[in-house]
């Protein structure tokens, strides 16, 4: 394990980051794949990696939920990822997930709007409504009621949808979460992708 700096660079964790030569073979592989897709290991996998068994577990209900067919489009899930990390003050989380929703709506201003007001970003009816219902569910999610549902609905979000995104809010309070404890530090190269 290194002291949770890779090179000489601030630190990614206040944990342990593990060797990459010393992870189970499953894990090497996907940070590796992930860092010939994206040119860099984004520092998630690597903080993550200091307990094996929930870095699987939170990849794959990763994969299922944000990878799976859906009534929304892979830019509409990252905004969803944005918009309840930034009310949940997630830096990582925005930062890194700011990044994939600019070059998926490829729109390279559309992540910092959402980060700091999604009420006022450039958004349609419709992803207003996913907006709302996103953050209601990431952060008073004891208040929902039918009208959040029927709001839903009325801009032409199906029930199934509508899991879609209790699941991804959720699944991000989690990540949120980790990230905070762990003081997770978002890679550089985010800052300048999409844009």
């Not at 342990?16 to 894990?27: F, T």
């Not at 993550?48 to 944000?66: G, I, N, S, T």
């Amino acid at each position: 394990m290194s002291d949770a700096t890779p090179g000489n660079g601030p630190r990614i964790s206040r944990f342990p980051v593990p060797e990459l030569e010393d992870l189970p073979e499953d894990l090497r592989a996907r940070i590796e794949e992930v860092a010939a897709k994206s040119g860099f290991i984004p520092n998630v996998f690597l903080v993550l990696a200091h307990r094996p068994d929930e870095f699987r577990a939170f990849f794959a209900y990763h994969d299922a939920v944000m990878e799976r067919p859906s009534g929304l489009t892979k830019g509409e899930k990252e905004l969803v990822v944005v918009a309840t990390s930034a009310a949940n003050d997630c830096q990582y989380c925005v930062v890194a997930h700011g990044a994939v929703a600019r070059i998926r709506m490829k729109d390279p201003r559309i992540a910092d709007q959402v980060a700091t007001n999604w009420r006022k970003a450039d958004l349609t009816d419709r992803q207003r409504a996913l907006l709302a219902f996103a953050v209601k569910v990431a952060t008073r999610s004891g208040e929902l009621e039918e009208a959040d549902y029927a709001d839903m609905h009325r801009h032409g979000w199906s029930d199934e949808d509508i899991w879609d995104v209790g699941a991804i809010a959720g699944l991000f309070a989690l990540s949120n979460r980790m990230a905070n404890v762990t003081g997770m530090r978002p890679n550089d190269e985010f800052y300048a992708l999409g844009r």
